[in-house]
């Protein structure tokens, strides 16, 4: 299936396209449908802000769209920064600035008390009609400082997730601590946010187009 992504965020298509095709669809970014749209994400939840995007994107390209709306929640901040995730600094996508936020935020945070998750809403739209909206977390704690490695983007050197993935399949507990951003893409979708809300989305989306008539 051809299928719009609707994000402007590199970090973000790159994952998208990457277990998108792996399922067998064709991926199309903005840039490549000629879009040049950023929605105003007015929601009060991960999913409500996917749909937004998902319906807008849809409408502009004509194509069934996915969209990703995501963040992390920390728990020793109530949640927060939650869906104001990418602009939790003031302003939005400044990466640098949000992980300086949140460790200093975390500063007097002791070891057992810095858990997190990232979550992870998808919303895939057919234009015009229905949409479907499936979720994704990976559990974990928020590092004393950046792990930085030659992946991930975000927080991605801020979060240490509980799990990692095995190469070939499968995955094992993280015992060495390592970030989001030094797990290899195939040791970071197996047990990602988003890896999992695209993997309960493969698993729906055909009794969803046979729903909708729209195999």
Do not use: W
């Not at 990466?95 to 002791?110: H, I, T, Y």
């Not at 008390?113 to 909206?133: I, K, M, N």
């Not at 927080?155 to 095995?166: K, N, S």
């Amino acid at each position: 299936m051809k299928i719009c992504a609707a994000t402007g965020n590199p970090g973000k298509l790159k994952e998208l396209r990457r277990i998108l095709e792996k399922q067998g669809h064709q991926v199309l970014s903005q840039k490549e449908l000629g879009l040049d749209l950023d929605p105003e994400e007015t929601g009060a939840t991960f999913a409500e802000n996917a749909a937004i995007k998902a319906a807008a994107f849809a409408a502009a390209s004509g194509l069934p769209t996915v969209a990703d709306d995501s963040g992390l929640c920390v728990d020793a901040l109530g949640g927060a920064p939650g869906v104001y995730s990418a602009r939790y600094c003031g302003h939005h996508g400044d990466d640098e600035a949000n992980n300086d936020k949140l460790l200093d935020a975390m500063k007097d945070v002791p070891a057992g008390q810095r858990g997190a998750r990232f979550v992870s809403a998808v919303c895939f739209v057919l234009p015009g009609r229905a949409s479907l909206t499936c979720m994704g977390e990976c559990p974990g704690r928020v590092a004393f400082q950046r792990l930085p490695g030659d992946y991930g983007f975000g927080y991605d050197p801020l979060f240490i997730p509980d799990e990692r993935g095995v190469e070939g399949g499968g995955k094992r507990p993280n015992t060495e601590g390592a970030s989001y951003a030094q797990l290899t893409p195939a040791e970071k979708d197996a047990i990602s946010h988003r890896g999992r809300a695209l993997e309960a989305l493969e698993a729906e989306l055909d009794a969803f187009l046979k729903e909708n008539n729209a195999e």
